[in-house]
């Protein structure tokens, strides 16, 4: 349920459709995010799961499943 839950928060971020997310999905490269969009998809994160993402694990951010 969680992925699910991130792959809403990355879709609304980015305005593509959920299904279109995979656990492989890269925001830069398949999805065009920016560094904003990047931003945006970690506060909502955070904000949803009530937790904290300090910037150096920010920076390593690439997927919904954070496998590459």
């Keep these: 349920m969680?992925?699910?839950?991130l792959?809403?928060?990355i879709a609304d971020v980015l305005n593509v459709e959920v299904n279109d997310i995979t656990e492989d999905t890269t925001f830069?490269?398949?999805?065009g995010a920016d560094s904003l969009d990047i931003f945006?998809?970690?506060?909502?994160?955070e904000e949803t799961?009530?937790?904290e993402i300090d910037n150096d694990d920010?920076?390593?951010i690439k997927n919904a499943t954070n496998n590459n």
């Design 58 to 60: 920010a920076e390593q």
């Design 2 to 5: 969680e992925l699910e839950k």
């Design 40 to 45: 945006q998809i970690i506060m909502g994160i």
């Design 49 to 51: 799961f009530d937790i």
């Design 28 to 31: 830069v490269d398949d999805l």
């Design 7 to 9: 792959k809403e928060i």
